[in-house]
């Protein structure tokens, strides 16, 4: 199993990709429901696409050294919107579908928290591993062999504010508040 790299052009190329795959579905829907934080970028750029309403439900289940350990998944308490009410046809998004933990566990946690407003959730994700116990609704890329995906924001897991700092050129210190 060769790892994935993917540059930021091949990032967006597939997010426009997944965008005209959903399209070309003919499914309406009138919220874009994403999982932070893989599906976040993803999900901004649908809904600036689409112009829905978006939403986000803050998940993780990814740590150790460089990410790369699945621990226990951990929902926030509350979706985080600008509506006043979920949507009631709901694509939920992430950027990739690995174990399927996530996305299985999500239905039921939006069904027991938003039911109420909700009637039909589809899934859109870039990445489909083989290894998935979930089948997404809309998928760019199936992986058969499994690859571990280096994104192109992985950089900025490893990096701090100094780093920045240091690559800005800028050796001062900042300026205090008054």
């Known amino acids: 199993m060769a790892d994935l790299y993917v540059t930021w052009d091949e990032y967006h190329q597939k997010i426009e990709q997944l965008a005209a795959q959903i399209y070309q579905s003919g499914w309406e829907f009138n919220q874009i429901l994403c999982l932070a934080k893989g599906g976040l970028r993803v999900g901004d750029i649908l809904a600036r696409i689409y112009d829905v309403p978006l939403a986000i439900l803050a998940t993780s289940s990814y740590r150790g050294e460089g990410g790369r350990s699945r621990g226990t998944l951990v929902f926030s308490r509350d979706l985080t919107m600008t509506t006043p009410n979920l949507g009631s046809h709901i694509l939920l998004v992430d950027d990739l579908v690995d174990s399927g933990i996530t996305l299985k566990k999500t239905l039921p946690w939006l069904q027991c928290n938003y039911g109420f407003y909700v009637e039909e959730v589809r899934t859109a994700v870039i990445w489909y591993k083989a290894c998935s116990i979930v089948a997404p609704d809309y998928y760019v890329d199936y992986l058969p062999d499994n690859p571990w995906i280096h994104q192109p924001f992985e950089r900025y897991?490893?990096?701090?504010?100094?780093?920045?700092?240091?690559?800005?050129?800028?050796?001062?210190?900042?300026?205090?508040?008054?």
């Open 157 to 178: 897991e490893i990096m701090d504010p100094q780093d920045c700092l240091a690559a800005s050129g800028t050796n001062s210190a900042p300026n205090a508040a008054p």
